[in-house]
């Protein structure tokens, strides 16, 4: 008898559904998050789970990660592409889990991709660096407007990251004023030198990889950009055309088209944000640095609005990087736009 197990994750509970192939409920109970509990309840059925589907809800590692090192095979739901059920007037967490069993028993499971363990924590960990650099940019902002408002000096973003605690009292004559000035000082200081140990600590991995030099041998793309994309992207082999990637990548259009006319838009976030504003980024600095990309993109502003024509380059970018990636080869500016 093959068995088929939903889990409907929360944050601090999980509904566990389990079915067979006639669609008739096995077991169905709500355990709290506790891998050990969970592996308890499901250790009698264990021969017989043929597969094990998990919401990709914000919290999933402990639980995929877990159930995948005890030897159950599983899989990642990706909630955006499922569709909402229909023709029932009432749903819970239970119908949830089971909803998810049987999508994964009739084979129509959309299946999201379960990154590596081991490079996706270095990942966030990159992921955590923009955070981190936000931060620190408030920071940047909120001194440099204090400086203004006290002495009507606009200083640069360059002076400021500069600034030193004793230089301060050229510009705040108030002790009140001058410890919140020395405050934000320290901040930007103290972001700045954790901003710099995780792109230490990023760059030892990611420099080994053979995929990083082919990614920074494209203009505009740099140390941190390289590093994000490579992490980003993941192994380019889970992405069967280059039209996949550029859509996870946000380089598509969403608009549908009928007859000639608009219709409406799909989902323009649908996608990895993070691989979006990296190649929006390197699109930005190769119009600027590169001749090629330069006059490439000057045409497009002729034709286009100017975020139309630099998302025109970034979506250039991301094809020659699939290609790149798949074949083994650097960066052609002429393949990519001559």
């Known amino acids: 008898m093959q068995l088929y197990c939903g889990i409907d994750l929360h944050s601090n509970n999980s509904m566990i559904s389990l079915i067979d192939d006639n669609d008739r409920l096995i077991s169905e109970k709500r355990l709290d998050n506790n891998l050990d509990d969970i592996h308890h309840h499901l250790m009698p059925y264990q021969d017989d789970i043929s597969g094990i589907v998990v919401e990709s ?105 500069h600034l030193q605690a004793d230089a301060l009292t050229d510009y ?65 082999e889970r992405f069967p055309a280059v039209g996949h990637y550029s859509s996870y990548a946000r380089c598509v259009p969403t608009n549908k088209i009928s007859n000639g006319k608009t219709k409406g838009h799909g989902n323009a976030k649908n996608g990895n944000r993070y691989l979006a504003l990296a190649f929006i980024e390197a699109a930005h600095y190769a119009s600027i640095w590169d001749d090629t990309i330069k006059r490439y993109y000057q045409r497009k502003c002729k034709k286009v609005p100017l975020m139309v024509a630099k998302k025109t380059v970034a979506n250039k970018l991301t094809r020659a990087c699939y290609h790149m990636l798949k074949d083994g080869t650097l960066f052609d500016v002429k393949r990519a736009f001559g």
Not at 112 to 121: D, T
């Open 57 to 161: 809800t914000y919290n999933w590692y402990w639980l995929v990660d877990g159930l995948m090192e005890k030897g159950y095979p599983v899989h990642l739901a990706n909630t955006l592409a499922i569709q909402q059920y229909s023709g029932i007037k009432y749903t819970n967490d239970a119908t949830d889990a089971r909803f998810l069993a049987h999508l994964l028993r009739l084979n129509i499971l959309p299946t999201g991709y379960i990154y590596p363990k081991a490079m996706r924590h270095v990942r966030d960990l990159l992921r955590r660096r923009l955070l981190l650099v936000q931060q620190r940019t408030a920071q940047m902002l909120s001194l440099q407007s204090m400086i203004a408002r006290h002495t009507g000096k606009r200083l640069t973003a360059q002076i400021i990251k």
């Open 172 to 236: 705040f004559a108030q002790a009140a004023s001058l410890f919140a000035g020395r405050h934000a000082q320290q901040l930007l200081q103290h972001l700045t030198t954790q901003i710099e140990e995780i792109e230490e600590f990023v760059l030892d991995r990611c420099k080994q990889d053979k995929h990083y030099a082919q990614l920074t041998s494209v203009p505009g793309i740099g140390k941190i950009l390289g590093m994000t994309i490579l992490l980003e992207t993941g192994p380019i």
